[in-house]
């Protein structure tokens, strides 16, 4: 069965992506790959004591599902919704976003010359058939010997402060990031490798959905 007999079962043209976030980073990834999201925030508790009690891994995985979940019935057919949630694992604890400057300064001075794993967790229903994939990806980032001047300045600038791990790596952060292993675009927020491999798997083609990609 062909791929684009496939399509024409599932209504794929109809398509619209729902990003189940307010991330302005993973917004920017779908926009920079040809697709125009919808966003519904999932108002999901992130410091439910349940969650957090997870393992880094598990928890992202865990809030990716309840994000999309979150937003199914404000969606509807023809949708396929996106959740996604990230945490940056330092010698087995998760480090979430800082959210004050002292928090963002102390680990900016652990991360130093160090190393951790960045998890994002993904959650794709197709409202059509009724199919939810949920995976993660894990890249291990490195970090360069920042110094004491460097690490006040960055977190002085407020970009830090809500994002997870406190560093960005398509942001002010950059150049502090000496190297990494895995997803460039899981870092930033959500894989676009894996999205795509949940976009096939449910018999779509990626330029049916990466509308913006396609000339009139």
């Known amino acids: 069965m062909g791929a684009n ?17 307010a991330s302005p980073a993973r917004k920017r990834l779908l926009l920079s790959s040809g697709i125009n999201p919808q966003i519904i925030v999932s108002g999901v508790d992130e410091e439910d004591p349940k969650i957090t009690a997870l393992s880094p891994s598990e928890m992202v995985v865990a809030l990716a599902i309840m994000k999309a979940h979150a937003v199914k019935d404000q969606v509807g057919p023809g949708a396929l919704i996106i959740g996604c949630d ?34 994002t967790g993904h959650c794709i229903i197709d409202t059509d058939q009724g199919i939810e994939i949920s995976d993660i990806s894990t890249s291990k980032v490195y970090f360069a010997s920042m110094s004491d001047s460097e690490i006040e300045s960055y977190v002085a600038t407020g970009e830090p402060l809500n994002v997870a791990g406190g560093f960005t790596l398509d942001g002010l952060s950059a150049p502090f990031i000496s190297r990494i292993e895995g997803d460039p675009t899981s870092i930033i927020g959500l894989s676009m490798p894996l999205l795509r491999r949940a976009v096939n798997s449910l018999g779509l083609n990626w330029f049916d959905i990466a509308k913006n990609l396609v000339s009139a």
Do not use: C, D, W, Y
């Open 86 to 119: 990230s945490t940056f694992e330092f010698q087995g604890k998760s480090l979430g976003k800082p959210l004050t400057p002292e928090v963002a300064i102390a680990r900016s001075k652990e991360l130093r010359g160090n190393f951790g794993l960045l998890h």
């Open 5 to 21: 007999f496939l399509m024409s079962l599932t209504g794929a043209s109809q398509k619209r992506i729902v990003l189940a976030s």
